[in-house]
């Protein structure tokens, strides 16, 4: 290789690391509020080759943040929809202003889903076992149907929204879909999983193949993450 190409491939390398530097430094400096986005507990490229670096870079650093951003933006003329808790909130949407009700749907929404998504995502997942398992097995007709339901589910989502499993407090299990970025909490109800079937969540790898991304995902959950929120279901102490 000659100096030159050496040259020009050591730029542009150092222009690729500067870039991704830059994202994740305006990550780290937005806006300031009541309202968080916590980071990622694995590197971004922990998922692959399932889900890439970069669509989850994009994901959680733009998506989700901006779901962030646009909560606190109502906040600061809307101080109550930050006093209480999120579930709270997203299940009383009645009660939020009018003017701003729309918006906190879909950004409170928004916060709630991705937050659940990014905790039941991890590299060495494990399998399902113990009381989650039995779970699937009682309600869901096994693993293999089951998975194959909760696939056919987010494959028939028009347009963008989310196929997630509810539990109820005794534990009990169904598949469900949502619109946009509406949650189970919205009808009194809970979520245990979710799998985000808007665009952004694959279309740099799968494009318009979102049957290819369901399957693929279930190599990408952390079956211990889910099984602490099953835990936490039953106890009446899960979070978003």
């Avoid at 491939?9 to 990550?27: E, M």
């Avoid at 060495?124 to 779970?135: M, T």
């Avoid at 665009?199 to 079956?223: F, G, M, S």
């Avoid at 279901?233 to 979070?239: D, E, N, Q, S």
């Amino acid at each position: 290789m000659s100096s030159m190409s050496r040259r020009h491939l050591i730029i542009a390398a150092g222009g690729i690391a500067a870039a991704a530097a830059a994202s994740r430094t305006a990550f780290a400096q937005a806006p300031a509020g009541p309202f968080k986005i916590d980071p990622l507990t694995y590197p971004t490229n922990a998922l692959e080759p399932h889900i890439d670096a970069k669509t989850m870079e994009i994901h959680h650093d733009r998506h989700h943040q901006a779901y962030v951003t646009n909560l606190n933006n109502f906040a600061k003329d809307n101080p109550q929809i930050a006093e209480k808790p999120v579930v709270e909130v997203l299940a009383n949407l009645g009660s939020v202003p009018e003017a701003i009700r729309t918006g906190v749907r879909n950004n409170m929404g928004g916060h709630a889903n991705h937050t659940m998504f990014w905790q039941i995502m991890g590299p060495n997942g494990g399998k399902a076992d113990g009381e989650v398992l039995a779970a699937i097995d009682r309600d869901l007709g096994g693993m293999e149907k089951f998975q194959t339901e909760f696939n056919a589910a987010g494959g028939r989502v028009f347009g963008s929204g989310w196929v997630f499993v509810t539990v109820t407090k005794d534990g009990k299990l169904a598949i469900e879909t949502r619109p946009n970025q509406d949650n189970p909490i919205m009808d009194g109800k809970r979520a245990l999983l979710g799998n985000d079937v808007w665009e952004h969540a694959y279309y740099l790898t799968y494009q318009n193949r979102r049957p290819d991304y369901l399957k693929a995902w279930w190599n990408t959950v952390n079956w211990k993450a889910v099984a602490e929120r099953y835990a936490a279901a039953k106890a009446g102490t899960l979070g978003v």
